[in-house]
């Protein structure tokens, strides 16, 4: 799942937006209305975490609200079968320069290609959820629909799951 960057939390020091491999991560907003901190625009994260790893007040949480690379609704999900079983995304990091969609291969060391535009697959209907809601304009700062108490239980009983592992 995505991450959120809890606005309480947030000093504004930017570590995370360096880290960010796909450039989800962005700077205040000149809006008055929204608060005046980096955010997540949570359809663009692939969950790589290394914007965690560099936060200096632990400010930047798992969002349970979000799609999972390779999750619930992928047609690359481990567990799922069907014509992408087997295959690799590019995690957000590369994109097809004719539709815009997220790039995928039929395993390690194939050719990155765009199940929209290359594949034979029909794959109109068994794109990426996250490429999905960002034509669709599902996206933009938003808070945090859960507390911080909630955020932090959910990253400490994932965490609990992985061998205490953050």
Same mark, same amino acid.
């Given at each position: 799942?995505?991450?959120?960057?809890?606005?309480?939390?947030?000093?504004?020091?930017g570590?995370?937006?360096?880290?960010?491999?796909?450039?989800?991560? @962005?700077?205040?907003?000149?809006?008055?209305?929204?608060?005046?901190?980096?955010?997540?625009?949570?359809?663009?994260?692939?969950?790589?975490?290394?914007?965690? @790893?560099?936060c200096?007040?632990?400010?930047?949480?798992?969002d349970?609200?979000?799609?999972?690379?390779?999750?619930?609704?992928?047609?690359?999900?481990?567990?799922?079968?069907?014509?992408?079983?087997?295959?690799?995304?590019?995690?957000?990091?590369?994109?097809?320069?004719?539709c815009?969609?997220?790039?995928?291969?039929?395993?390690?060391?194939?050719?990155?290609?765009?199940?929209?535009?290359?594949?034979?697959?029909?794959?109109?209907?068994?794109?990426?959820?996250?490429?999905?809601?960002?034509?669709?304009?599902?996206?933009?700062?938003?808070?945090?629909? @859960?507390?911080?108490?909630?955020?932090?239980?959910?990253?400490?009983?994932?965490?609990?799951?992985?061998?205490?592992?953050?």
């Amino acid at each position: 799942m995505s991450y959120t960057i809890v606005p309480e939390l947030c000093i504004n020091c930017g570590g995370c937006e360096f880290t960010c491999p796909t450039e989800a991560i @962005r700077p205040p907003a000149a809006d008055v209305s929204q608060p005046a901190v980096f955010w997540i625009e949570t359809h663009r994260c692939n969950d790589c975490g290394s914007c965690v @790893r560099v936060c200096p007040t632990d400010g930047i949480l798992p969002d349970p609200d979000t799609f999972a690379c390779a999750g619930h609704g992928c047609p690359i999900a481990p567990d799922r079968g069907g014509a992408f079983a087997g295959w690799e995304c590019s995690q957000l990091e590369a994109f097809c320069d004719g539709c815009g969609h997220t790039l995928w291969r039929p395993g390690p060391g194939g050719e990155w290609e765009c199940i929209r535009c290359e594949s034979k697959n029909n794959a109109r209907r068994q794109l990426c959820p996250k490429v999905l809601a960002l034509e669709k304009a599902k996206t933009g700062q938003q808070r945090p629909r @859960r507390s911080i108490e909630e955020l932090h239980a959910h990253r400490d009983l994932m965490a609990a799951g992985r061998g205490g592992e953050r």
